[in-house]
């Protein structure tokens, strides 16, 4: 019989936490689910830590060569046996109650595609209340009331709101998988958000925190890089081109253009000022904004952009 849940752990390279996120799915007070372990670093030490839990519920996969974030996850999804979903990123992990309480919101509402919770911020392997408290705000979170989401369109599109790859359980029938694509990157959360919402706009919403998100110096999100901002270049413009979501056209038109303008002071900062001039000449196109202006001026008067760093500093 097929388990219910497939938890979908995503690896790739490092082995410092990869434990504590394996038994903290292992320790589920709900246990119809099957954990697969994706790795997209092919480690020889990561296949022995999963090797030796010796538990059938546990399934190992190794890419023969990096395929990529999004590639990666789809595979392992692709191979899942569970009608949902939920991901563990290896430097995380769940608290016990976290699958039972967001699968009995499934059983009470069978229509619903998507249920999430909050998470708690790790610092040093502590929980920061006060930046949990912060990111909870930032995120749009605070301001809705637990339950189904009645503007789920606005808190995906407008706040990002929805923690995928952190504490969310979806349908996999949810998702079209064909418009999964490689492009968008570290922004897959985001991205399988705005397909669930294009597919079936039905989430609830479970205030507690129940995962551990954990901020350390080798995550990706503080990865610095000439082109790190590109793939939210890539959604929006798919996002603006297919117009899924009339209602929000605008909004979309002007991330798309704050987007641009983002990977135009990206190559500013790397000093490739000819294509960041590009960027922001595709921004104002997009839509006209004081950033993208003022972009373009130091993208066009390089001596301008120096001085104000220096000023910065």
Known sequence: MNPTVSIVVTAYKRTNFIAQAIESALGQTYTDFE????????????????????????????????????????TAISESKGNYISILNDDDYWDK?????LMKQFENRPDCALVFSNHWILEKGEID?????????????NAIPAGEVQDLEELVLQYNGVPL?????????????????NGVK???DFWISCLILKSNPIAIYVKENLTYYRRHVHMETIRKSIDKNENMVFVFKILSEENWFPKNE??????????????????????SFKTARNYFIDSLKVKPSTRGLMGLVFALFPFAFRLALKLKA
């Open 129 to 141: 209340y006060k930046i949990t408290e912060e990111i909870i705000e930032q995120y749009h979170r």
């Open 165 to 181: 790859a952190m504490s969310s359980v979806f349908k996999k029938s949810a998702i079209d998988f064909n418009l999964l694509y």
């Open 97 to 101: 109650a976290f699958l039972s309480t």
């Open 186 to 188: 570290g922004a897959y």
């Open 250 to 271: 605008k909004l979309i038109n002007k991330k798309y253009s704050e987007s641009l303008s983002q990977v135009g002071f990206d190559h500013l900062h790397f000093n």
């Open 35 to 74: 954990i697969i372990v994706t790795d997209d670093s092919n480690s020889i030490e990561i296949g022995e830590i999963c090797k030796s839990y010796a538990d059938p519920r546990i399934r190992y996969r190794a890419n023969e060569k990096n395929i990529g974030v999004v590639e990666n996850i789809k």
